[in-house]
């Protein structure tokens, strides 16, 4: 159970192209999903967190216009990221979590974004 | 602001082995902490999740324990396999558990 899939796991673009990776709760109702960055060799790094239907909460750094965040269901989140470059290129995990902390949160495959 | 750190970076040992891994958190006010592998180009799989009123969870060949006034976790892990081989990630919740901070991970080789 709690299977978290997160799609596409690769994609390549050009630069100043949005991409729009899905993020699904397969068997379990996802109150909360949350969007993760991870460059090579090093840990993860939260980026915002979303409620379903409620704005994303975004971390400090992260730009909401550029990482435009979507929870409409319990089940589905979407992270879009808008006038992709280079530097955008990443590593991009989700999870989600059924409730509060004593619910481990769940994550999916991720997805490698590179932008030429 | 919560640092985690986990020691060692890199492990490599031969089948068989018992071994710890080590995570160490600056703030010690949190609400639970859990263990993650992460296998290569892949997303994060749930080991362990400690409660902070918590001293220790186990499953399987894998016990992790929690000494939350000196901000310490360790992962231990019995009997190492080959398919142990991976990256884990010790992360601290905080927020109601909803937050993790994640250390930068010990890239384990188990070795036949």
């Known amino acids: 159970g709690a299977v978290v899939s997160q799609h596409p796991s690769r994609v390549i673009c050009k630069s100043g192209t949005s991409v729009k990776i899905e993020c699904r709760s397969l068997?379990?109702?996802?109150?909360?999903m949350f969007w993760y960055r991870q460059f090579p060799k090093q840990s993860l790094m939260l980026m915002a967190t979303?409620?379903?239907?409620?704005?994303?909460?975004?971390e400090q750094g992260v730009e909401k216009d550029k990482f435009l965040i979507n929870h409409a269901s319990l089940t589905l989140s979407t992270l879009t990221v808008t006038s992709a470059h280079p530097e955008d290129s990443s590593f991009y995990i989700c999870?989600?979590?059924?409730?509060?902390?004593?619910?481990?949160?769940?994550f999916g495959d991720g997805t490698r974004l590179s932008i030429l | 602001k919560q640092e985690v750190t986990q020691i060692p970076a890199a492990l490599s040992v031969p089948e068989g082995e018992n071994l710890v891994l080590n995570c160490s958190f600056t703030?010690?006010?949190?609400?639970?902490l859990q263990w993650f592998r992460q296998d290569p180009g892949k997303g994060l799989t749930s080991l362990l999740l400690?409660?902070?009123?918590?001293r220790e969870q186990t499953s399987g060949r894998l016990n992790a324990s929690l000494d939350k006034s000196s901000g310490r976790s360790t992962l231990y892990i019995a009997a190492s396999q080959p398919g142990d081989s991976a990256t884990y990630l010790c992360?601290?919740?905080?927020?109601?558990?909803?937050?993790?901070?994640f250390g930068t991970g010990t890239q384990l080789k188990v070795e036949l």
């Open positions: 999870s989600a979590s059924g409730g509060l902390g004593d619910q481990p949160q769940h």
């Open positions: 979303s409620n379903e239907g409620s704005k994303a909460t975004y």
């Open positions: 400690i409660q902070s009123s918590q």
């Open positions: 068997d379990f109702q996802a109150t909360t």
């Open positions: 703030d010690s006010a949190i609400y639970n």
């Open positions: 992360a601290v919740g905080t927020g109601g558990g909803n937050k993790l901070t």
